[in-house]
């Protein structure tokens, strides 16, 4: 048994189900899985990634999530910025909607599929000790944070006693993601970052941030993809799959939570 499987399993819970590089495409319920039991593939489709920058999700140095998906259903159009935040928007969606193949079954031919893989990434390290939020990246001995602006959004909020002192944060003009991703954060889960993230436990703090991170990507990037289908022009299939990509020194993994087809 993979040690960071189970540990992620004991610790996420009911919160979603921990698939490894290995089983993304073969092991009920994974959501890859049922795409392609139903014919969605690289020839008839195009994936569209909201997913944070951080190289460590795409190093050949790893067995990673994104490149594992990238063999199975092609390269991919990119909606989204630190932390995964889908800063491409509708324009990005609209954008992406019109670059999938053509779906060709014998005479018959129409616009491809879109699939939506909406994944913020959190580090996992088992070699020393238990610690969220960090990895020890190939050719480095050291550790370091991942994902990087979630932590510095914890750094930046810890010694916030009021919500008000949430507000205090110095926004950088140069900076325009984390700006964005700091306010949406305190607007939208004040509470839940003043109540829950002063605690103790460093990883349990790490755990509720990684899951706050999800939750704002996912509400997000839904909100942008009803108001583009409610312009009306999109008709094809397409599926949304989320949850979170955890980050180890040698591999990921993938904590499954959502999946969605031609709805949000
Ligand atoms: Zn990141």
């Known amino acids: 048994m993979n040690i960071y499987l189970e540990q992620l399993q004991k610790d996420f819970g009911d919160w979603g189900k921990v698939l490894s590089v290995g089983t993304l495409f073969t092991q009920d319920p994974s959501p890859f899985k049922r795409l392609i039991d139903m014919g969605f593939s690289k020839e008839n489709s195009r994936m569209i990634f909201s997913v944070c920058p951080d190289d460590v999700n795409r190093l050949h140095e790893r067995d990673t ?39 060709v079954e014998g005479e018959c031919k129409r616009s491809g599929n879109l699939i939506f893989f909406i994944s913020p990434h959190l580090g996992l390290d088992l070699e020393n000790e238990l610690l969220y939020g960090y990895i020890q990246r190939p050719g480095q001995d050291k550790l370091t944070t991942a994902c990087g602006a979630m932590m510095g959004f914890l750094r930046s909020i810890r010694h916030a006693h009021t919500v008000n002192d949430l507000y205090n944060f110095k926004v950088d003009p140069n900076d325009p993601t984390k700006a964005l991703l700091f306010k949406d954060l305190i607007d ?19 755990i509720k941030l990684a899951k706050i991170n999800y939750d704002l990507v996912m509400t997000t990037f839904k909100t942008m993809m009803k108001a583009f289908l409610e312009k009306g022009d999109f008709k094809c299939e397409f599926a949304i799959i989320g949850g979170i990509t955890v980050n180890t020194q040698q591999e990921d993994l993938f904590i499954f939570r959502d999946y969605f087809l031609n709805s949000t």
Request: proline fraction near 3%.
């Open 65 to 103: 999530i994104e490149n594992k998906i990238r063999e199975m259903f092609g390269e991919e159009f990119h909606l989204g910025n630190l932390a995964a935040y889908p800063i491409g928007g509708i324009t990005g969606i609209s954008a992406a909607s019109h670059h999938s193949p053509d779906y």
């Open 188 to 206: 939208n889960y004040k509470e839940e970052i003043i109540d829950n993230l002063h605690g103790q436990d460093i990883n349990l703090t790490i």
